[in-house]
């Protein structure tokens, strides 16, 4: 039938079409449905058109989710994005394509308008005293996450040599470093700070600093009435002491050191 005809019954549609990068198909030969943008996913209206009756066209939103998804990737099926879409929890609970894409209307400005209608403890966690500055639009979800599914867990975005995301921003903490503090290069960020946002400085999983590096630097004495935490770390370090309390006052270069295996200055 062609668009002219759909836009009889479907202006406000159609205008709000002419918007999204979706109405490129209805000028251009290249996917083959040049003034056919509208049927290009509904599938032919002649039917519809002469009825008026909404069983006879396609709806995306009213198919099964496998059946939405392949009229999507008709196109879009060897675009890079599309790479491992089957592999992540959008694709194990039934998430269609056009439950976050926008078919009709202009495209969000920010995703977080999308991903924070399922992910809302995520969104609490933006709101925490220290975090990413997602609400006031200095990254967006899809700087980290690629919603259509990687290997890695959270789905989470690479750069360089394979490297988490957070490099991206981060790249002063990028090794590889003579000497490598083991939990950043085998665990990553997350050993020690909250991606979305903490209530502690630096964004870290402890509220103490030295709370957090005992997680791993802890090694009591054998006897009962060791007072020290000795072993691991050093017997010296009496945590009792408010001197020494603070990990990162001595041992700065935590991520990974140049000059000295403990990160010592």
């Known amino acids: 039938m062609g668009s002219a005809v759909c836009q009889g019954c479907h202006e406000e549609i159609f205008n709000g079409l002419q918007k999204n990068p979706h109405f490129k198909v209805d000028g251009s030969d290249r996917w083959g449905f040049k003034e056919q943008v509208c049927e290009s996913c509904h599938g032919p209206g002649s039917l519809h058109a002469e009825a008026a009756d909404p069983a006879?066209?396609?709806?995306?939103?009213?198919?099964?989710?496998?059946?939405?998804?392949?009229?999507?990737?008709?196109?879009?099926?060897?675009?890079?994005?599309?790479?491992?879409?089957f592999r992540i929890a959008h694709a194990r609970n039934q998430v269609a394509c056009v439950l976050c894409h926008s078919i009709?209307?202009?495209?969000?400005?920010?995703?977080?308008?999308?991903?924070?209608?399922?992910?809302?403890?995520?969104?609490?966690?933006?709101q925490r005293p220290y975090r990413h500055r997602l609400m006031e639009g200095a990254i967006d979800c899809i700087d980290c996450h690629n919603p259509h599914g990687r290997l890695l867990p959270g789905v989470l975005r690479e750069v360089s040599a394979n490297e988490p995301a957070c490099f991206k921003c981060h790249g002063d903490k990028r090794g590889p470093f003579t000497f490598e503090h083991v939990p950043v290069r085998t665990e990553g960020c997350?050993?020690?700070?909250?991606?979305?946002?903490?209530?502690?400085?630096?964004?870290?999983?402890?509220?103490?600093?030295?709370?957090?590096?005992?997680?791993?630097?802890?090694?009591?004495?054998?006897?009962?009435?060791?007072?020290?935490?000795?072993?691991?770390?050093?017997?010296?370090?009496?945590?009792?002491?408010?001197?020494?309390q603070n990990c990162t006052i001595c041992h700065v270069k935590i991520h990974g050191s140049h000059v000295n295996k403990v990160f010592l200055r």
Do not use: W, Y
């Open 190 to 244: 997350t050993a020690c700070h909250e991606p979305h946002g903490s209530a502690n400085p630096r964004m870290l999983i402890r509220a103490n600093v030295r709370f957090l590096c005992l997680e791993c630097h802890s090694n009591l004495g054998t006897s009962p009435s060791t007072t020290a935490i000795g072993g691991v770390p050093p017997a010296f370090h009496d945590l009792r002491s408010p001197r020494i």
């Open 104 to 126: 009709h209307k202009p495209k969000p400005k920010r995703t977080i308008e999308i991903c924070g209608t399922c992910h809302l403890a995520q969104v609490t966690q933006f």
């Open 56 to 85: 006879l066209i396609r709806n995306p939103l009213k198919v099964p989710l496998l059946e939405a998804n392949r009229i999507c990737l008709k196109c879009h099926l060897n675009q890079p994005s599309r790479v491992g879409s």
